[in-house]
């Protein structure tokens, strides 16, 4: 595979072959102080969506659209199939084989990894998470086990992501499944709607969508798990709308958030926290969010759903009308005023792309002893629409984040999922196989440079 030397903080991608790609310095300059190498390893991801550390450090990969979990050598690209999920449904794309992780003790005796997908019954769709062994000698998954089913899918915002905590409880992120918007605009968004004792009871996952679930192994509920309104449920967080980013940093826990036309959100999670949506987007300020509540509007089907001029007959609610208590993110992209034009001519059909928003993917954390000096102590945030890896600096204990965001690695991809490698030296980025993003001139675009494929950038040195 060709390398090819670059350096500076934003980077232009022009593919040259299916195994390297020319990188020139977006805007001439060179203030990043790091030089890298970039190289294609694979373009030949099925819609890859998690992507991990598994054993022999190869990286293991759900592909959503192909309905797969496979290893990937980080040397050769090649790809291996360990498991495929006959089950699995995909149609659209946030459907399909989601989140992954591994058993905390995979390498002593319990060799288990946990993964999420969708299904359908009948003309209902659902998520669930499932356990599967892994046979060393085989080098392959199976003997698939269900942990926690019936959980409520869409043809959007399913989110899905998987993490072990320091606690060895599973953490599931859910979304609101897109409702209120565009074609489920007349759904009404239930992030805010909280289990039932009776649900609880009988097992019902119903009230589950744009929540953070803490689970046992087995699927139970855990005894310390948050009494929220007197009920005591899966439920760890609540108020979400597509958190489709988990990562521990010691005991805290960090969750990226898409918002709606701004306000993409990093959260720390706190136990039984409301985060506010669809009443609050961001902070409770008043800032460019108002909720429109499209589903409770007479006549619903008739009403044109427009996400930011609201049309009279849509009930609306400003932010600090919600009097709920909200836990606040510790950092939002990007809060605009309430002047702010949405409408950009030269973005035409594909406006919401130049929304102040990024899309965050999953984060990943930059250790501390790290060998690039500019990453240390960051979560680095894999991004959808710019195409880019957001890094958020962190304070001395990791409870908060401080300082100016940066952004770096730039290209006209969709950049699915980062991963940091085991010595530091090197971040793996997979992108979206198709999907709307930005070219490097902020531009809208349909066209991926380097679509389903797994890009490497190594630290050289200064």
């Known amino acids: 595979m060709k390398k090819l030397a670059f350096a500076g903080a934003l980077f232009a991608f022009a593919t040259t072959s299916a195994s390297a790609i020319d990188v020139v310095s977006k805007d001439g300059k060179v203030d990043f102080g790091s030089r890298f190498e970039a190289t294609v390893i694979t373009n ?17 990969l759900t592909e959503r659209a192909g309905r797969n979990i496979v290893s990937i050598d980080p040397k050769t690209g090649e790809k291996t199939v360990l498991y495929h999920f006959a089950n699995a449904y995909e149609k659209f794309p946030h459907q399909g084989v989601l989140g992954l992780a591994l058993e905390p003790n995979f390498d002593a005796g319990e060799p288990y990894a946990y ?61 609101d499944l897109g409702y209120n918007q565009g074609k489920h605009v007349c759904d009404e968004i239930t992030s805010q709607k909280l289990p039932t004792a009776e649900q609880v009871k ?51 826990l960090y969750s990226t958030e898409q918002g709606p036309s701004s306000d993409d959100e990093l959260n720390k999670l706190e136990a039984g926290g409301n985060y506010g949506w ?9 800032l460019a969010y108002v909720y429109a509540n499209y589903s409770a509007a007479v006549n619903c089907p008739t009403v044109k759903y427009d996400p930011n001029v609201i049309p009279e ?44 928003t990024i899309a965050p993917g999953n984060a990943v954390y930059y250790p501390k002893d ?32 401080q300082g100016d965001t940066g952004k770096y690695f730039t290209s006209a991809n969709r ?37 389903g494929s797994i890009i490497v950038f190594e630290y050289i040195g200064q």
């Open 313 to 356: 007959g849509v009930p609306t609610q400003k932010e600090t009308d919600y009097k709920e208590p909200v836990v606040d993110p510790v950092k939002t992209f990007f809060t605009v005023n309430n002047d702010y034009n949405y409408t950009n001519a030269t973005c035409g059909k594909l406006a919401y792309i130049c929304w102040p």
């Open 415 to 451: 950049y699915r999922n980062a991963l940091v490698s085991p010595d530091t030296r090197k971040i793996y980025v997979v992108t979206d196989n198709m999907g709307n993003g930005r070219q490097l001139d902020d531009t809208p675009t349909s066209k991926m440079a380097n679509p």
């Open 202 to 252: 009988n097992h019902d996952h119903s009230a589950y969508n744009g929540k953070t679930l803490r689970i046992n192994k087995d699927g139970s509920i855990p005894d310390d798990n948050p009494v929220i309104k007197g009920v005591k449920s899966h439920v760890y967080t609540y108020g979400h709308r597509n958190p489709q980013g988990l990562v521990w940093v010691g005991n805290h």
């Open 115 to 175: 993964a999420a997908y969708t299904y359908v019954d009948g003309e209902k769709k659902f998520a669930r998470i499932v356990r599967l062994t892994y046979d060393v000698k085989a080098n392959k998954l199976g003997d698939e086990q269900i942990v926690i089913d019936h959980i409520i899918a869409g043809v959007d915002h399913n989110a899905g992501r998987i993490k072990f905590g320091p606690d060895g409880k599973l953490y599931y992120t859910t979304g």
């Open 370 to 401: 790290g060998v690039i000096p500019e990453f240390r102590n960051s979560l680095l945030l894999a991004t959808y629409k710019s195409g880019s890896i957001y890094q958020v600096k962190m304070n001395e204990d990791a409870s908060n984040v």
């Open 44 to 60: 030949n991801v099925d819609g890859g969506w998690e992507m991990i550390w598994g054993p022999k450090e190869q990286l293991w």
């Open 278 to 286: 669809p009443h609050v987007a961001g902070f409770k300020d008043d």
